[in-house]
């Protein structure tokens, strides 16, 4: 009887305040465990609960073990809702926290299990999504309408490649390369029959009408080769000077395409790739 008083008295003492050293904390759980371990779990329950007044001044390992001696006298003292309670605090400090089925009771664990399975879990916040790459802007250079001119006053269709409408350009520019040689040679064979029309011996009718066809013949194909690249290059000077710049591009960048200066003149060319 007095041993009750004396120790009720020391619960009174702690109660109201006193600070309690960490040595005390440790003797204090040590007597809980024994208690535990004696059967004396109404025991139990009182130390741990006056030692978990102090939780600061015990570290997380020790409060751990002071929740789950708590709740383990709880379980046996058939109070399963205040278990569960003190293993959830257990849990909350360590969730990795695990039970031994060689030293605890099916019926313990079973508890804990239930207190585990109630826990709400923790669901981190979902990280932000990474920002995904800015593409460069692509930044139009502009364009000048003398300098497209006089590109195209040099070759039909680049000034076209200048001002961005690449398309449009390479289709004259190959048209203009294919025409302009084409009909340097046409004229150049027209004048070479109207040489031959022109020797042929008076009097020698059948070789004069011969070498006059052929002359004509000349003639005719030379001139539409004039009308059409002349059409094609009075369309290119309107049409670089009538339509909407694009993207700046020059045909010296196109890799198809080449311009070269030189003392003699200007030397200009296209490159085909047969893959």
């Known amino acids: ?57 015990l570290n997380q390992n020790e409060q751990v073990e002071a929740y789950k001696y708590l709740a383990f006298s709880y379980v046996a003292f058939g109070n399963k809702e205040k278990a569960k309670e003190q293993f959830k605090k257990a849990l909350s400090l360590d969730p990795k926290l695990e039970l031994d089925p060689a030293t605890v009771s099916p019926k313990i664990i079973k508890v804990f299990e239930e207190a585990k399975a109630e826990m709400v879990p923790v669901v981190s916040p979902p990280a932000p999504p990474s920002p995904k790459p800015v593409q460069p802007a692509v930044q139009s250079k502009s364009v000048s309408i003398s300098g497209a001119l006089l590109r195209s006053c040099c070759l039909p269709g680049w000034g076209q490649l200048y001002k961005g409408e690449s398309s449009k350009g390479k289709k004259m520019a190959i ?60 369309y290119n000077i309107y049409d670089v000077l009538t339509s909407k710049p694009g993207i700046k591009s020059s045909m010296l960048e196109e890799k198809n395409f080449y311009c070269i200066p030189d003392y003699e003149g200007i030397q200009f060319g296209y490159n085909f790739k047969i893959k």
């Not at 009174?12 to 759980?29: E, N």
Request: proline share 2%; glycine share 6%.
């Open 1 to 57: 009887m007095l041993k009750k008083f004396i120790l009720l008295a020391f619960f009174c003492s702690l109660g109201t305040g006193q600070q309690v050293t960490g040595d005390s904390l440790l003797k204090m759980l040590d007597r809980a465990k024994v208690y535990y371990n004696n059967g004396e779990y109404e025991n139990a329950i009182k130390q741990l609960e006056v030692a978990l007044q102090y939780l600061k001044q």
């Open 175 to 234: 048209a203009a390369v294919v025409l302009f040689p084409t009909t340097l040679l046409a004229t150049s064979i027209q004048n070479a029959r109207h040489e031959d029309y022109l020797n042929v011996e008076p009097g020698n009718e059948d070789e004069m009408d011969r070498a006059y066809n052929e002359y004509r013949l000349w003639y005719n194909i030379s001139a539409i080769c004039w009308l059409s690249y002349l059409g094609l290059y009075g």
